[in-house]
């Protein structure tokens, strides 16, 4: 069981927007502004998406946008096309010695 | 772009010692101040910090594992590796080795390599 849950799935039509959250606990996502998204196409390197709640890295596209409330942090993907289809994890700072936690994955299909 | 690369057998036999590489490309090891991570994915489930290694030989572990696993660097293969000793079925997995940033608290992990399939079994 993860520490952190996740829906098993989410689906969206092209163009539409999708949100994936992500709960946790004080201990975690909602005690520090540390969580983090990655993108996994089975059979690839996860890629990240976002840090620090709402940061992206270069090159990932600004349809990929993230936000936190309480203990709940939320992935937001806008204007969904076919390559997003993907599995997306979430993780976040521990503050105990397990140092990071992520979540159990959601399957995000695009219809 | 700095790429990583797992490799090591993908059958191990219960009670013995799984061990696996990574290799680094597109940069140097020694450089930047990462650390340097395992990570596994157990069947169907979500992923599990497995521990990391940073600069010559600071680690941290997973307190579940602790007493069983190892991870070292050879700076002059730009190279890192894990070892998991007296495996059982419940450590089959797919493990991934990732680059953390160096950032307070942050816990991000911007380059991982695709991951390889270790199964326990005899």
């Known amino acids: 069981q993860s520490a952190l849950t996740q829906p098993p799935s989410a689906s969206g039509s092209p163009g539409q927007s999708v949100t994936i959250s992500c709960t946790g606990t004080?201990?975690?996502?909602?005690?520090?502004?540390?969580v983090s998204w990655y993108q996994h196409h089975p059979g690839k390197a996860p890629k990240l998406m976002i840090y620090?709640?709402?940061k992206r890295p270069s090159g990932v596209p600004d349809r990929f946008s993230g936000s936190k409330s309480g203990n709940t942090a939320s992935l937001t993907v806008s204007g969904l096309q076919a390559e997003d289809e993907a599995d997306y994890y979430c993780?976040?700072?521990?503050?105990?010695?397990?140092?990071?936690?992520f979540g159990g994955g959601t399957q995000l299909t695009v219809l | 772009q700095m790429q990583l690369q797992e490799s090591g057998p993908g059958l191990v036999k219960p009670s013995q010692t799984l061990s696996l590489t990574c290799n680094v490309s597109?940069?140097?090891?020694?450089?930047?101040?990462?650390?340097w991570s395992w990570i596994r994915q157990h069947p169907g489930e979500g992923l599990e910090w497995i521990g990391y290694?940073?600069?010559?030989?600071?680690?941290r572990y997973n307190p579940s594992l602790k007493s069983r696993v190892s991870i070292s660097l050879d700076a002059s293969k730009n190279q890192f590796s894990l070892k998991l000793s007296s495996v059982t079925a419940a450590d089959t997995a797919v493990y991934y080795c990732?680059?953390?940033?160096?950032?307070?608290?942050?816990?991000?992990?911007?380059?991982w390599g695709q991951g390889t399939l270790v199964t326990v079994s005899s």
């Open positions: 990732a680059r953390m940033m160096s950032c307070s608290g942050c816990r991000v992990f911007d380059s």
């Open positions: 620090e709640v709402s």
């Open positions: 290694i940073y600069d010559i030989g600071i680690t």
């Open positions: 993780s976040s700072y521990a503050d105990s010695d397990i140092f990071v936690v």
């Open positions: 004080t201990s975690d996502v909602g005690g520090y502004n540390y």
């Open positions: 597109g940069g140097s090891i020694s450089s930047g101040g990462f650390y």
